[in-house]
């Protein structure tokens, strides 16, 4: 065969396979853009487990009417125009592959308006070269997204799709990550017509204790010891409860991103395992944490994986040494109960 070039919509497609896995990725990717875009409302509405639709609406900054068809296009991003931002990452999103990628493997709408607009407009990529076509919508300023029948056009594909209630529930914890990454925002999760979820916006300090209860459940939250610590560039802050009846309360996030990491959860564990209260746990099976660590981002590359769950720390000795010292500290000088008030 002749070398070519793939037309867009299998080059997208073929990109798709590593970020679009079923519909809670797709939730995952469209969330993460109306966080990115200051949204301080996100409405998500779903049916049949998200397989049959997906609609997020957000409050956030809007997209230009001239740069609807752009968002759609591949390698196409308002988040980083050199290698020094790409050194330097604030954003959950920067790689320009989402909307082109879910768009090539279901059939999504874009309806958007920016605060300068009057009018909200909206597109939709058509066809194997993903032409664009743009039309006037009502919308109020902030974006839409409505993505439906997710793999039509990839039977391949489709059938890796399991129940609704498995769907569910992966999307169900995709949002409650970013409901824990995010108190600042409100967050609705509607399946089949019925409100599932709503996670309140905080609207002080004080009242995160609550979200996170909502979350991760009142008994974590009731065992939880909080942690709080800082060192130069470094920052770590959230709560460790030693045995957690629910299991996988477990959530790492490194500014702001949700990760799975090898370096902190060993970190994580040996504090755990070496200062419990005279060693009343040998095992960390229980542990339930919900950990946020911030750091300068040019000391972290965001950009090992397509998903973006690994992480690589410039200084990962410092780092990992960090993260242990400020678990260590919190069991050991802190060790009284979180007294938390239910109400
Ligand atoms: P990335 O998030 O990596 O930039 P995406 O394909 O997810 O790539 O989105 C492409 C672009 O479309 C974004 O850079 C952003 O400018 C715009 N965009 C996408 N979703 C939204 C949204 N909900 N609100 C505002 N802008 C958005
Ligand atoms: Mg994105």
């Known amino acids: 065969m002749a070398i070519q070039i793939l037309p867009p919509q299998l080059a997208n497609q073929i990109a798709a396979g590593e970020v679009v896995e079923r519909p809670a990725s797709i939730i995952k990717?469209?969330?993460?853009?109306?966080?990115?875009?200051?949204?301080?409302?996100?409405?998500?509405?779903i049916e049949q487990g998200g397989c049959k639709l997906i609609r997020i609406r957000d409050n956030g900054c809007g997209i230009a009417k001239d740069?609807?068809?752009?968002?759609?296009?591949?390698?196409?991003t308002s988040k980083i125009h050199c290698l020094d931002d790409l050194e330097a990452i604030m954003s959950l999103g920067f790689r320009g592959e989402a909307l082109a990628s879910i768009s090539s493997v279901s059939r999504l709408t874009l309806t958007s308006k920016t605060q300068s607009q009057s009018e909200g407009w909206q597109v939709y990529a058509e066809g194997r070269d993903m032409s664009a076509v743009v039309k006037p919508a009502a919308h109020p300023q902030g974006t839409t997204v409505e993505v439906l029948d997710i793999f039509y056009n990839t039977p391949a594909r489709r059938r890796f799709l399991k129940t609704e209630k498995t769907e569910f529930s992966h999307i169900d914890e995709v949002v409650r990550r970013i409901a824990l990454a995010c108190p600042h925002v409100n967050i609705t999760l509607q399946h089949n017509g019925k409100p599932v979820r709503l996670y309140r916006a905080v609207q002080a300090d004080a009242q995160i204790e609550k979200r996170v209860a909502s979350i991760c459940g009142m008994s974590f939250m009731k065992n939880a010891m909080s942690l709080s610590w800082q060192h130069d560039d470094l920052s770590i802050h959230g709560w460790i409860a030693?045995?957690?009846?629910?299991?996988?309360?477990?959530?790492?996030?490194?500014n702001g991103r949700i990760v799975k990491d090898r370096l902190l959860n060993h970190a994580l564990k040996q504090a755990f395992l070496e200062n419990n209260s005279g060693g009343t746990y040998t095992t960390d099976e229980l542990l339930g944490y919900v950990i946020h660590l911030n750091l300068d981002p040019h000391q972290v590359d965001v950009n090992v994986h397509p998903a973006k769950h690994e992480v690589?720390?410039?200084?990962?000795?410092?780092?990992?040494?960090?993260?242990?010292?400020a678990v260590a500290m919190a069991l050991t000088e802190h060790h009284q109960t979180l007294t938390f008030d239910s109400d």
């Not at 957690?244 to 996030?253: C, P």
């Open 242 to 254: 030693p045995h957690a009846k629910q299991e996988h309360v477990q959530y790492f996030y490194v």
């Open 312 to 325: 690589r720390f410039h200084e990962a000795r410092l780092v990992h040494d960090f993260v242990y010292q």
């Open 29 to 45: 990717e469209l969330v993460e853009n109306s966080i990115d875009a200051g949204a301080t409302r996100i409405d998500i509405d």
């Open 67 to 76: 740069e609807l068809s752009l968002a759609l296009a591949r390698h196409a």
